[in-house]
């Protein structure tokens, strides 16, 4: 039987150089493949981040405009966290104001920004006072300049200056004997000189005997000591406007008649209520009081911006620490 040829197997019939040939071809053509797709996937991968770096990019942008917003609308949030920057003397424009009374446009006004405004108003809301023009340099945020600029303009009504009258530059009240002597009674008479007579219990009637006084100052006289609680020196009576140079040979001053604050027991209401003590000054005595204890003297407040040294030396005087 004659064997079945297949006529193209010898189309199929490589030598062993042709194989190496084929292989070696087939390897070329798989490593251009693989190079390209290699070549496809990196520059794919390259876009994709490139998307996502300036997509990330937009975004900051976008959340920096938000922020940059935020602080332009509330300014009083930014001041939470960020130290108000202070204005310049130049950006002020005085007008004769009265702190206790005027709002917040009229404060704007002035050159203040809104934040200082609100904190002026709800210092007030609050039940503080302004009772001299000094107080209002203790604004948070005001600086020197600032003040220096605006204390000529500040006015301070009689009834807010009432518990602590304003010390004027005008020369004091000249206590000069009447014209025209009283009516010769017993209770008008006068003393003579070389009497003394105790600043602290003296009643208006005793005061009116010194030469010099009469009801108007006697009665002066009376209110503030009850206001302070009594005085510790002559030279007291400069803060009512009197001229203590021509009383001091009348008076003599019994300190232990003093009427003193129990300072470890009052609150910031009964504290403030002192003409030497501001709201400030209180929270802050009331405050240390509930963190440390029992108060001992004011020697913990030297270093406090809420007193000076002269506060300090006055104001104790009318404490008690027991």
Known sequence: MMKRRFFFKDYLFFSPAERRGVLILLALILAVL????????????????????????????????????????????????????????????????????????????????????????????AGGRFRKPADFSRIYGLT??????????????????????????EPPVLLLPPAEPPTDTLQWRKYSPGTLVDLNRADTTELKRIPGIGSGIARRIAAYRQHLGGFYRIEQLEEINLDYTQLEEWFSIDTAALRRIPVNRAGVDRLRSHPYIDFYQAKALVEYRRKHGRLKSLKPFVLYDEFTPEDLERITHYLSFE
């Not at 220096?148 to 301070?156: D, G, K, N, S, T």
Request: proline share 8%; glycine share 6%; with cysteine.
């Open 34 to 125: 693989l190079l390209g797709e290699g070549l496809a996937f990196f520059r794919m991968r390259s876009g994709s981040l490139s998307a996502q770096s300036g997509t990330a990019d937009t975004l900051q942008a976008r959340l920096d405009s938000f922020l940059a917003s935020v602080r332009a609308a509330s300014p009083s949030a930014v001041r939470h966290t960020d130290k108000p920057r202070p204005l310049q003397g130049s950006r002020l424009s005085p007008f004769p104001f009265n702190p206790n009374t005027a709002d917040s446009s009229e404060l704007c006004r002035l050159g203040l920004p809104g934040w200082m405004a609100r904190n002026v108003v709800r210092y007030r809301e």
């Open 144 to 169: 020197e300049e600032q003040f220096a600029v605006l204390e000529p303009y500040i006015r301070i009504s009689a009834s807010d200056a009432a518990e602590v009258p304003v010390r004027h530059e």
